[in-house]
């Protein structure tokens, strides 16, 4: 079936420790986005990828990185986790410019 | 700055219409989206306006005016299942995503 794919689900991660998001699409969609969802705020950009081999940041990248290695992938690393990054995260593609965006099914990570 | 803003909360009755408004002040303007997003789970894509004037998907439809930087979703014969969040988000002159906070639409039997 069509679509992305993010691993873990969920998570609970001690302060300090690193983690990587994993984001799978099989779409061949140029663009690849990473938000978080914080209860009452809209959803937040911290990384972009308009391509495979390019990266961007976006509205709230501290403490965050990624890497567009090839077209399907699009993982998210927390270097040294604190609890403000505690949130949903959203992976997400699109076909090109004003396409509608797709989402995988988030992570609920915890930073304790 | 950039800014969305729709309502928090609304509340309907199953088989009523809803309207949820959304306006925006944004620099520049490449289409406005709505998506709907039940708890717990993914956003899903609704509509997309980038014209003036009223976008019809069956019992949903989309309205845009860019002169006035307003939006709204109508959502008519409310079902249950419509329970959800409506997100309204405007891509601006550098084609990204601006996303307001959410309305959520609690249904009523």
């Known amino acids: 079936i069509a679509g992305i794919t993010q691993a873990p689900t969920s998570q609970i991660l001690a302060a300090g420790r690193r983690m990587t998001l994993r984001c799978t699409q099989d779409?061949?969609?140029?663009?690849m986005y990473w938000y978080r969802q914080d209860l009452g705020l809209g959803l937040r950009l911290i990384h972009y990828?308009?391509?495979?081999?390019?990266?961007g940041k976006g509205e709230v990248p501290d403490g965050y990185s990624v890497s567009r290695a090839n077209t399907d992938d699009f993982p998210l690393t927390l270097a040294s986790a604190v609890p403000s990054q505690t949130s949903v995260y959203f992976c997400?593609?699109?076909?090109?410019?004003?396409?509608?965006?797709?989402f995988g099914n988030g992570t609920r990570l915890t930073v304790t | 700055g950039q800014n969305i803003d729709q309502p928090t909360e609304m509340t309907a009755t199953e088989g009523a219409i809803v309207q949820i408004n959304c306006t925006y002040q944004?620099?520049?303007?490449?289409?406005l989206f709505w998506y709907q997003q039940h708890a717990g789970e993914a956003p899903t894509f609704l509509s997309y306006?980038?014209l003036d004037g009223l976008e019809e998907k069956g019992r949903f439809s989309s309205f845009l005016s860019r002169s006035k930087g307003y939006s709204y979703l109508l959502l008519k014969e409310l079902q249950m299942k419509d329970s959800a969040s409506y997100l309204c988000?405007?891509?601006?002159?550098?084609?990204?995503?601006?996303w307001g906070a959410g309305t959520k639409l609690i249904i009523k039997p």
């Open positions: 997400a593609s699109s076909d090109s410019g004003n396409s509608p965006l797709h």
């Open positions: 779409m061949r969609h140029n663009a």
């Open positions: 990828s308009n391509t495979a081999g390019t990266t």
């Open positions: 944004t620099s520049g303007f490449n289409g």
């Open positions: 306006n980038v």
């Open positions: 988000a405007v891509m601006d002159s550098n084609y990204q995503l601006i």
